[in-house]
C-alpha cells in the first residue's frame, strides 16, 4: 500500500544538527513533491519545506532559510530533513507527506503522512 | 500566532452539524482555491479530509463538507458522530515566501 516511513526519535544536544529520513514505497516517488510539517508541543501543525523527488529543486519556509536542508535518494525512494543549529523551540514532532496532485501540479495539500518523528533537544 | 484564523473550539451534539471557519487574506485563502483541511487525532498522523476547497479523497465520508466565500473558508461536518471528535486544521497555498500556511487549529468537542 501507498504509504511513508519515517526514522525513529531522536535527542539532540542544542546547536546540533538532527536528519530524519522519510522512505516511500506504493507510488512512484518521483511523481509527487514531498513536503515536511512540524507540530510542537500543544502547538499547531507548522509548514517547513517542500522538495520535488524529480530534480531535486527545494522551497523552504523563510523561518528556516540557511538552517534548512531537505534532499532525496531516488534509488531507495527516500527524502531527507535535516535541521542544524536546533534549539529548544525546534522540539517537535516532525512529519513527511506526499502532496495531492492536481491537474495545475502541487495542490498544497497532503495526502499521505508519514507516522511522525520527535525530536527532543535537551542539554 | 497562525497566519490562518481558527475558532479554538466547537462543539455539537451527535446527529447535528457544525461549522469551522478560516480566515485568512487576499494573499492565501480568498486568491486561490488551494485550500486543505486535516483530521487530527492526538497521537496520529493528520489525515485530509478536503482539499482545494471542496474535493473530497476517496473514502472520505460526504458528511464533510468545505466551501469558500471571500478570504474565509469553512468545513461543515453534517450527522456529527463521535468519531468525529479530534483537532480540525485547514492549510491554504500562499503567495508571500512560504508557501503554505497553516490555521492554529480546532478542537470539535461530540457532546
Known amino acids: 500500500q501507498v504509504q511513508l516511513v519515517q526514522s525513529g526519535a531522536e535527542v539532540q544536544r542544542p546547536r546540533a544538527s538532527v536528519k530524519v529520513s522519510c522512505k516511500a514505497s506504493g507510488y512512484i516517488f518521483t511523481g509527487y513533491y514531498m513536503h515536511w510539517v512540524r507540530q510542537a508541543p500543544g502547538q499547531g501543525l507548522e509548514w517547513m519545506g517542500r522538495?520535488?523527488?524529480?530534480?531535486?529543486?527545494?522551497s523552504y519556509a523563510q523561518k528556516f532559510q540557511g538552517r534548512l536542508t531537505m534532499t532525496r535518494d531516488t534509488s531507495i525512494s527516500t527524502g531527507y530533513m535535516e535541521l542544524t543549529r536546533l534549539s529548544f523551540d525546534d522540539m517537535a514532532v516532525y512529519y513527511c507527506?506526499?502532496?495531492?496532485?492536481?491537474?495545475?501540479?502541487?495542490?498544497?495539500?497532503?495526502?499521505?503522512w508519514g507516522q511522525g518523528t520527535m525530536v527532543t533537544v535537551s542539554p | 500566532q497562525s497566519a490562518l484564523t481558527q475558532p479554538a473550539s466547537v462543539s455539537g451534539s451527535p446527529g447535528q452539524s457544525i461549522a469551522i471557519s478560516c480566515t485568512g487574506t487576499s494573499s492565501d485563502v480568498g486568491g486561490y482555491n488551494f485550500v486543505s483541511w486535516y483530521q487530527h487525532h492526538p497521537g496520529k498522523a493528520p489525515k485530509l479530509m478536503i482539499y482545494?476547497?471542496?474535493i473530497r479523497p476517496s473514502g472520505i465520508s460526504s458528511r464533510f463538507s468545505g466551501s469558500k466565500s471571500g478570504n474565509t473558508a469553512s468545513l461543515t461536518i453534517s450527522g456529527l458522530q463521535a468519531e468525529d471528535e479530534a483537532d480540525y486544521y485547514c492549510g491554504s497555498y500562499t503567495s508571500t515566501n512560504t508557501l503554505v500556511v497553516f490555521g492554529g487549529g480546532t478542537k470539535l468537542t461530540v457532546l
Open positions: 507527506a506526499r502532496a495531492v496532485k492536481g491537474s495545475t501540479g502541487d495542490v498544497c495539500a497532503f495526502d499521505i
Open positions: 522538495i520535488n523527488p524529480n530534480g531535486g529543486d527545494t
Open positions: 482545494e476547497v471542496t
